[in-house]
Protein backbone atom coordinates (compact mmCIF):
# COMPACT_ATOMS: atom_id res chain seq x y z
CA UNK A 1 0.00 0.00 0.00
CA UNK A 2 2.90 2.27 0.89
CA UNK A 3 4.18 2.14 -2.75
CA UNK A 4 0.63 3.12 -4.34
CA UNK A 5 0.53 5.89 -1.90
CA UNK A 6 4.00 7.10 -2.98
CA UNK A 7 3.36 6.92 -6.83
CA UNK A 8 -0.17 8.74 -6.12
CA UNK A 9 1.47 11.41 -4.33
CA UNK A 10 3.31 12.29 -7.22
CA UNK A 11 0.63 11.59 -9.78
CA UNK A 12 -1.23 14.05 -11.48
CA UNK A 13 -4.41 11.71 -11.76
CA UNK A 14 -6.24 9.89 -8.84
CA UNK A 15 -5.33 7.58 -6.50
CA UNK A 16 -6.94 5.16 -9.15
CA UNK A 17 -4.34 4.72 -11.65
CA UNK A 18 -1.77 4.29 -8.93
CA UNK A 19 -2.42 0.95 -8.18
CA UNK A 20 -2.79 0.01 -11.35
CA UNK A 21 0.47 0.93 -12.28
CA UNK A 22 2.03 -0.29 -8.91
CA UNK A 23 0.56 -3.45 -8.59
CA UNK A 24 0.21 -4.55 -12.34
CA UNK A 25 3.15 -2.79 -13.51
CA UNK A 26 4.07 0.04 -16.16
CA UNK A 27 1.79 -0.99 -19.24
CA UNK A 28 0.46 -4.22 -17.53
CA UNK A 29 3.55 -5.99 -17.84
CA UNK A 30 2.77 -8.19 -14.44
CA UNK A 31 -0.38 -8.76 -15.64
CA UNK A 32 -1.93 -12.64 -15.18
CA UNK A 33 -4.32 -12.97 -17.88
CA UNK A 34 -7.03 -11.07 -17.96
CA UNK A 35 -8.34 -10.17 -14.29
CA UNK A 36 -5.58 -10.42 -12.18
CA UNK A 37 -1.63 -8.84 -12.18
CA UNK A 38 0.90 -10.13 -9.83
CA UNK A 39 3.46 -7.53 -8.45
CA UNK A 40 6.63 -9.14 -8.25
CA UNK A 41 8.70 -7.50 -4.99
CA UNK A 42 5.46 -8.41 -2.53
CA UNK A 43 4.54 -11.33 -4.38
CA UNK A 44 0.91 -9.57 -3.80
CA UNK A 45 -1.68 -10.89 -6.31
CA UNK A 46 -4.62 -8.95 -7.42
CA UNK A 47 -7.96 -10.30 -9.17
CA UNK A 48 -9.77 -7.60 -10.84
CA UNK A 49 -13.76 -7.37 -10.06
CA UNK A 50 -16.09 -7.94 -12.80
CA UNK A 51 -16.61 -4.10 -13.41
CA UNK A 52 -20.25 -5.07 -14.20
CA UNK A 53 -21.17 -6.74 -10.84
CA UNK A 54 -19.30 -4.36 -8.89
CA UNK A 55 -19.33 -0.77 -10.97
CA UNK A 56 -17.44 2.42 -9.73
CA UNK A 57 -20.03 5.69 -9.39
CA UNK A 58 -18.76 6.81 -13.65
CA UNK A 59 -19.43 3.44 -14.66
CA UNK A 60 -22.75 3.63 -16.40
CA UNK A 61 -23.46 7.12 -15.30
CA UNK A 62 -24.27 5.82 -11.62
CA UNK A 63 -23.30 8.57 -9.98
CA UNK A 64 -26.09 10.77 -11.45
CA UNK A 65 -28.65 8.66 -10.84
CA UNK A 66 -31.23 9.50 -8.08
CA UNK A 67 -31.51 6.52 -6.18
CA UNK A 68 -28.22 4.77 -6.47
CA UNK A 69 -29.28 1.45 -4.97
CA UNK A 70 -32.06 1.06 -7.10
CA UNK A 71 -30.43 1.85 -10.07
CA UNK A 72 -28.00 -0.86 -9.34
CA UNK A 73 -30.17 -3.26 -8.22
CA UNK A 74 -31.89 -3.19 -11.68
CA UNK A 75 -28.32 -3.08 -13.28
CA UNK A 76 -27.59 -6.13 -10.86
CA UNK A 77 -24.70 -5.33 -9.23
CA UNK A 78 -23.57 -4.79 -6.03
CA UNK A 79 -22.48 -1.53 -3.89
CA UNK A 80 -19.41 -1.82 -1.97
CA UNK A 81 -17.68 1.44 0.01
Not at 11 to 29: A, I, R, W
Not at 38 to 63: C, I, M, R
Amino acid sequence: MEMVVKHAAKSNSSEQPSFYDVLCGKEGVNRLGNDRCLEPSTNLTVVFLDQDLFPNGAYKGLWERHDLRLACRNLGCFIIH
